[in-house]
């Protein structure tokens, strides 16, 4: 049967954010978890990924996981290693004890970040391009995909792992035309990778259907993904504040972008 309960780990961040808003209208009955208390919802799970104790009861008799929790930006390795690389581990284990058959993890396009993008007419990045992390954040988004192939190969414990490139609710940048997922698209990418039957771990590029787009979707496709929303509307704009990419700018040259040359810190 289709999946009714959900915990969403990360609840209170920005893709949390939009995922509350949209995700009920698809019939999900939200669990919600964070760090943070969240406005509004005095019903979420104010818990640390740390805490297994929490996670586990967290877990507890949801049909479903989609796991947005961690540092989301480039940080000193031994915080990366708590929050997304030791957090993940939790929380697949609490799944895997509670019984919990499917979890959709955001995985980043800064697992691959330092993959050359595709110039002119060149072909489209394949989902199965070999790993390139550009930053230890991109690296714990490499541990989390192997950790989903580890749990569906011993436990049976199914994965989706998305590969997002920029989710926010309007692309804001040259790069991001080719890389944005619109919030809908997100939502009908999540819903996809909940209904859909038999994925054992599957490994999605998340972006909508860009005119401009570096990555092929044929695996998200695959699981009935349909993205209805293309960044084209916004690139006159963009390009004319901020030039086109160029060759021989470093931040330019790679998936990652700018996590290459100058990563944003996390701020905590
Ligand atoms: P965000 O930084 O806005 O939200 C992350 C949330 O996780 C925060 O609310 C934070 O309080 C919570 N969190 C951090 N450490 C935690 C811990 N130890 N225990 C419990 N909660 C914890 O990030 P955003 O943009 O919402 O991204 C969500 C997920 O999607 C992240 O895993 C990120 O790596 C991934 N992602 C997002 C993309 C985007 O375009 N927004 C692109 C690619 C990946
Ligand atoms: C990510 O993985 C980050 O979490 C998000 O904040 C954006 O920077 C995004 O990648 C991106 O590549 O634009």
């Known amino acids: ?4 309960t959900v915990l969403l780990t990360g609840a209170a961040g920005g893709l949390g954010t939009l995922m509350r808003d949209l995700l009920p209208a698809y019939g999900y009955d939200l669990r919600l978890l964070d760090l943070r208390p969240i406005e509004g919802e005095p019903d979420a799970i104010a818990a640390d990924l ?7 009861e967290a877990v507890r008799g949801v049909d479903a996981i989609i796991h947005l929790a961690g540092i989301s930006l480039e940080a000193p390795f031994e915080k990366i290693l708590k929050a997304n690389i030791e957090g993940t581990y939790h929380l697949y284990e609490a ?7 499917r979890i959709v993890f955001a995985s980043s396009n800064h697992a691959v970040g330092y993959t050359p993008r595709p110039q002119g007419d060149g072909p489209l990045i ?3 391009t070999p790993r390139r992390p550009d930053t230890f954040y991109g690296l ?12 569906w190969d011993r436990h049976g414990l199914e994965t989706v792992s998305v590969r997002i490139g920029s989710c926010f609710p309007e692309p804001t940048s040259v790069r991001m035309l080719s890389v944005w997922m619109s919030p809908a698209d997100g939502a009908r990418l999540f819903h996809a990778a909940l209904t859909a039957e038999h994925v054992g771990h599957t490994v999605v590029h998340g972006s909508s259907a860009n005119t401009r787009l ?4 044929t695996s998200a496709r695959a699981l009935g993904y349909e993205p209805q929303d293309d960044s084209e509307p916004y690139a006159e704009k963009l390009i004319a504040e901020q030039g086109e990419l160029q060759d021989g700018n470093e931040a330019h040259a ?12 996390w701020p905590y």
């Open 95 to 101: 799944a895997r004890e509670e019984g919990v058959g």
């Open 140 to 151: 714990s988004k490499c541990f989390g995909e192997d950790l989903a192939q580890l749990y």
């Open 126 to 128: 394949p989902v199965d």
């Open 214 to 217: 570096w990555w092929d979707l």
């Open 1 to 4: 049967p289709a999946p009714r």
């Open 50 to 56: 740390a805490d297994r104790d929490a996670v586990r």
């Open 254 to 265: 790679y998936l990652g972008g700018q996590f290459v040359t100058d990563p944003p810190i």
